[in-house]
């Protein structure tokens, strides 16, 4: 069965950091890409970042310089680490697996979500 489980998020004042972890099982991690998501209230799901299977990233331009994705292969994890955090970022952050490695392609697993809130 295939789990992809976030955690990390919380209730962070403007300015501060939060480092949102995604442990997946299920399948092999290696051969795929890993994404973040974020959705906020009323609005459409965003691509926050996303680290394909031969380590290259993407970021959105609303994140870039501020947010950084990694991977810990031996722990089947992504790590999402948010620096300089705005009330803008408030959103349900979810992680998302794609099968062939790549970035910027249709998502196969995603998970739950977990919330982060920056109060303006």
């Known amino acids: 069965e295939v789990q992809l489980v976030e955690s990390g998020g919380g209730l962070v004042q403007p300015g501060g950091s939060l480092r949102l972890s995604c442990a997946a099982s299920?399948?092999?991690?290696?051969?795929?890409?890993m994404g973040w998501f974020r959705q906020a209230p009323g609005k459409e799901r965003e691509e926050v970042s996303c680290?394909?299977?031969?380590?290259?990233?993407y970021y959105a331009d609303s994140v870039k310089g501020r947010f950084t994705i990694s991977s810990d292969n031996a722990k089947n994890t992504v790590y999402l680490q948010m620096n300089s955090l705005k009330p803008e970022d408030t959103a349900v952050y979810s992680c998302?697996?794609?099968?062939?490695?790549?970035?910027?392609?249709?998502?196969?697993?995603w998970g739950q979500g977990t919330q982060v809130t920056v109060p303006s």
């Open positions: 998302a697996a794609e099968g062939l490695g790549l970035c910027g392609v249709e998502y196969d697993y």
């Open positions: 299920g399948f092999t991690f290696d051969d795929y890409a």
């Open positions: 680290i394909s299977s031969d380590g290259r990233t």
